[in-house]
């Protein structure tokens, strides 16, 4: 089992920048893909990025240019570097564990970190 703790959320300014971490325990990177999904009210949960089991980096399409996920494997740690944020980026984000080479079905979960964006 993974455990998952996340942690860099807080309130910013729109257009600023977070940095968001994710400290791994139980298990190393090198087995899983890796990465961040989110959660605004109201709305579903939804995949921002990932770093593949291959070593693919994918994006949201909403955030592309704007957020670089990085890893760690060393340290057994994930960040989320995100740029120009915007209203709408605000949300509980999560880290993520998958099996397989992609993010689309996460295995584990953190508690998640919240991001509020002010405009």
């Known amino acids: 089992e993974v455990h998952l703790v996340e942690s860099g959320g807080g309130l910013v300014q729109a257009g600023g920048s977070l940095r968001l971490s994710c400290a791994a325990s139980?298990?190393?990177?090198?087995?899983?893909?890796i990465g961040w999904w989110r959660e605004a009210p109201g709305k579903e949960r939804e995949g921002v990025s990932c770093?593949?089991?291959?070593?693919?980096?994918y994006y949201a399409d909403s955030v592309k240019g704007r957020f670089t996920v990085s890893s760690d494997v060393a340290k057994n740690m994930l960040y989320l570097q995100m740029n120009s944020l915007k209203p709408e980026d605000a949300a509980v984000y999560y880290c993520?564990?998958?099996?397989?080479?992609?993010?689309?079905?996460?295995?584990?979960w953190g508690q998640g970190t919240q991001v509020t964006v002010s405009s």
């Open positions: 770093i593949s089991l291959s070593d693919g980096t």
């Open positions: 993520i564990v998958a099996y397989g080479d992609d993010c689309s079905d996460p295995t584990y």
């Open positions: 139980g298990s190393t990177f090198d087995d899983y893909s």
